[in-house]
Structures are given as structure tokens and as C-alpha cells.
């Protein structure tokens, strides 16, 4: 157990529809990380948090967004859904990831996957 | 993004045999580190090498890093069915990931 949480583990929904994904770091962990992972295009880094604040942006379409809240849990919101959304959606948390950069172990939770019919 | 791509993209091997992979990155990096995936699941870490570490053990693990040649290679000595699993290396920063290598091994 890494000691982060995502939910729903499973989600089905139509093209067009807006999904929330939610994730709950590990405790005393700052940074948060939200990735895509699809067959065809691996693992897709989106975006980056820390202590609220937003640190790196990967390739996270204009319909994504995210946020980090003062308890410090993560919500990524993906909304105009298309089939090629469906994919495992993992978020991972590190105590590390601040302006003072510098990285190190990341926890990954177990993941959303979205079915986009 | 420093990006990490690894080598093979699969490999299959038997049970008892050594497996190797490589990665390879663009730019100069603090440290990279080695994930695994079991299918469908999250990923778990590995193991992380410094830039100024040449080699490092964990277990059955070995890391090599070549800064020289912006390389590492991930060792696994006498494989087991169990470490069948995609394998992932990351640079520093925001840690983006390559597509992997598939480790397939065979009892």
C-alpha cells in the first residue's frame, strides 16, 4: 500500500460528459502528480503540485484541469470527454517538488480508469 | 521535460536468466530513478542513482548510470516469473516517464 488514494477506481461514462477524479497523498506529502497512461501513448506526465500551487505542466489538454486544495488531496477535472480519453488516469505524491527543486521517490496510487463510450 | 526512453520495448527471457534494460535521457540530470509496473496497476519505485554514483544494488537490483553517455541500464539477476512487469526510468524535475520495456519472464 503506498498510502495514496485515488477514486473511483473504475468510471464508465459518454462522450461529451465531465468527470472528476479525486486523489488523497500520502500523509505529510506536498507534491502532487497527475499522469495519463494509454496503450498507444504511454505514460503521459499532465501536471504537478505543490502545497497547493501548480509547478510543472506536462501535456494536459485545454478540457483537463487540476487543483490542489488546502488539505492538500488533488482533483483532476476532465470535462468534453472523447473516446480517446479512456485511459488509467494514476496519481502519485513526493514529499519533494518544491521551488528548491530537486526530486525524489514518487508514490503512485492505484489508479482511475476511465472508459469513455 | 527531461524525458527517459527505455530499451528494449520488450524482452522475454527465462526464469533463472539475467535481464537487462536500458535507458537513455537528453539532458544533464541530479539523479534517475527505476520504477515497475505490474499490468494495470501503479507504479512502484525502484531504486534511485545520483548523477555523482556510477553503480548501485538493491537486492537482485543492479543500476548503472553513465552521465558521459546520459544512460543507465537496470540489471535483474536470476529472474523470477514474478518480476514480469513493464519497467520504467525517470529523470528528475517534473519525472516523466518513457513507454518502457516489458519484462515477460517465462517459469
Known amino acids: 500500500d503506498s498510502g495514496v488514494t485515488q477514486t473511483p477506481k473504475h468510471l464508465i461514462t459518454a462522450t461529451g460528459q465531465r468527470v472528476t477524479l479525486r486523489c488523497s497523498p500520502r500523509s505529510g506529502d506536498l507534491s502532487v502528480y497527475w499522469y495519463q497512461q494509454s496503450l498507444d501513448q504511454g505514460l503521459q506526465f499532465l501536471i504537478q503540485y505543490y502545497n497547493g500551487e501548480e509547478r510543472a505542466k506536462g501535456n494536459i489538454l485545454e478540457r483537463f484541469s487540476a487543483q490542489q486544495f488546502p488539505d492538500l488531496h488533488s482533483e483532476l477535472n476532465l470535462s468534453s470527454l472523447e473516446l480517446g480519453d479512456s485511459a488509467l488516469y494514476f496519481c502519485?505524491?513526493?514529499?519533494?517538488?518544491?521551488?528548491?527543486?530537486?526530486?525524489?521517490?514518487?508514490?503512485f496510487g492505484e489508479g482511475s480508469r476511465l472508459t469513455v463510450l | 521535460s527531461q524525458q527517459g526512453e527505455e530499451d528494449p520495448q520488450a524482452l522475454s527471457i527465462q526464469e533463472g536468466e539475467n535481464a537487462t534494460m536500458n535507458c537513455s535521457y537528453k539532458?544533464?540530470?541530479?539523479?534517475l530513478q527505476w520504477y515497475r509496473q505490474n499490468s494495470g496497476r501503479g507504479l512502484v519505485h525502484l531504486i534511485l542513482i545520483r548523477s555523482n554514483e556510477r553503480e548501485k544494488h538493491s537486492g537482485r537490483l543492479r543500476v548503472t548510470l553513465d552521465t558521459s553517455k546520459k544512460s543507465s541500464s537496470l540489471l535483474i539477476t536470476a529472474s523470477r516469473a514474478a518480476d514480469t512487469a513493464s519497467y520504467f526510468c525517470?529523470?528528475?524535475?517534473?519525472?516523466?516517464f518513457g513507454k518502457g520495456t516489458l519484462l515477460t519472464v517465462n517459469p
Open positions: 502519485a505524491s513526493s514529499a519533494f517538488g518544491g521551488l528548491a527543486g530537486g526530486s525524489g521517490e514518487l508514490f
Open positions: 539532458t544533464s540530470i541530479n539523479n
Open positions: 525517470a529523470t528528475e524535475g517534473e519525472l516523466t
